[in-house]
């Protein structure tokens, strides 16, 4: 694996990077993967938002593919955009929900998902509480997995979406910008990828956030830490912010919602200490009042919604691609 990990529960990949040396059926995380890879998938995800825009869609890219998307953990905007993303390349889709499966009745994650590759499923799109996860199945099917989240590992067309909305602000230009990550950088999976793919494209990047939510390792990822979320923004070029995981409270790393607001939180008079045209990011579900407040959440600087449509984009560019590797492996 490239890089350094942020916390002991990264896992090791095969080829952990998305297309390493020849396109993959895999795509298990943004660590390692190059700035041109991840340009080119920005512009190919670019080319199928056009699509979208101009009702274009279904293509037949994924004509052939049988594709199952397997979520082990809740999801809405991961969950919809890969299964209209599917649909929109032509694949035959079948979806699958822990609640409803026969893993209450013991069964492992592996033989659950084998006895569905038996049924000639191409792809896997995984999430799973676990990290790791993606990897130990990208290991043991023969099917190609892409990693939907998995645990506080990494979540890499999160990583990839937030990546091409901020091509689309910045445009097309990440040379000599700074973008601020905010909250719980130690257990998020949208923080690692966005870290990796920031830091690919050459974007200087500041953590803010309560010191028992940052990772031990951090600046052996090449990120500075501000001590106050106001000293991180000033002059910045975006800031994402994260959801803050109501449960980290029972663990006491969060003393209390209205203090970690207060601290924390996103207001606009935080966002005026930003560049003039930077904007705002958060990767959802948000909890409004907390982290952001409704107003920067519904405001002009806000790409919020944006994320969600260049997801469904940036999910038919990995498809493809990964689509792409599993035809080229029939020949
Ligand atoms: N950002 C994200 O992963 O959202 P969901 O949990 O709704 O998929």
Known sequence: MHGTALTASTPASPGSGLFSASPSRHLLGLEGVSR????????SAARYREK?????????????????????EDSTRTRVSFELAEQGLGALITSFH????????????LDTLRVIASMRVDLFVVRHSSSGAASYLARHLKAGVINAGDGRHEHPTQGL??????????KGRFEDRRAVIVGDIAHSR????????????????????????????????????AARVEDAMRGADAVMTLRIQKERMEGGL??????????????????????????????????????????VADGARSVI?????NGVAIRCAVLERCARAVKGERA
């Open 36 to 43: 041109d890879e991840i340009l080119e998938l920005i512009e």
């Open 52 to 72: 979208m825009r101009s009702r274009q869609l279904p293509t037949g890219e994924l004509r052939g593919v049988t594709v199952c998307n397997a979520f082990f």
């Open 98 to 109: 822990t609640g409803a499966s026969s893993v209450s009745k013991g069964e492992t994650l």
């Open 161 to 170: 979406l937030d990546l091409m909305t901020l091509h689309q602000a910045w």
């Open 190 to 225: 949208v923080a690692r990828s966005a870290i990796f793919g920031l830091t690919a494209l050459g974007v200087e990047i500041t953590l803010a956030g309560p010191a028992t939510l940052m990772p031990a390792e951090i600046e052996s990822l090449g990120c500075s830490v």
């Open 254 to 295: 969060l003393p209390s919602l209205n203090e970690y607001s207060r601290e924390w939180g996103i207001t606009a008079a935080r966002v005026a200490l930003m560049k003039p045209e930077a904007v705002v990011l958060h990767p959802g579900p948000m909890n409004r009042g907390v982290e952001i407040t409704p107003e």
């Open 305 to 309: 919604f944006d994320q969600v449509e």
